[in-house]
């Protein structure tokens, strides 16, 4: 027990480094375009990101807390995960437990086309 709540606060750490990451970046944004506050902001983040979202949407009510961003939304956009399968020479998804095999064929596949992104892709600035 004591083994796992070290990991879940590792993790949550790591989330809350990458909440304030954003926040320098969305601070950036904001000064750029001489916003006030942040209305939302939105991610897309990969099932093999490492990113936890619950510690991640935990962590940004944290770190928003008296910055240009305290009201803004959260939203993110899930990215599965999707390989190039050799055998059948397309983009496909994954079979769920069985690593990094094609969906279609079972052929296995090791080259990554989705899945491990972690963008922030907009933010909304009122003025």
């Given at each position: ?35 006030t506050r942040i209305a939302s ?87």
């Open positions: 027990m004591v083994f796992r709540e070290k990991c879940e606060r590792r993790r949550a750490m790591h989330e809350l480094s990458v909440a304030l990451s954003l926040l320098e970046q969305i601070d950036s944004v904001a000064s750029r375009e001489g916003a902001v939105r991610l897309r983040v990969g099932q093999m990101s490492g990113i936890v979202r619950d510690a991640l949407v935990f962590s940004w009510e944290l770190a928003r807390a008296d910055t240009v961003a305290s009201e803004a939304a959260l939203l993110i956009d899930d990215v599965a995960v999707a390989v190039w399968c050799p055998q059948c020479e397309a983009e496909r998804g994954v079979r769920t437990g069985e690593g990094l095999t094609c969906i279609t064929c079972g052929t296995a596949a090791p080259t990554i086309v989705r899945g491990r992104e972690l963008e922030l892709i907009a933010v909304e600035v009122i003025s």
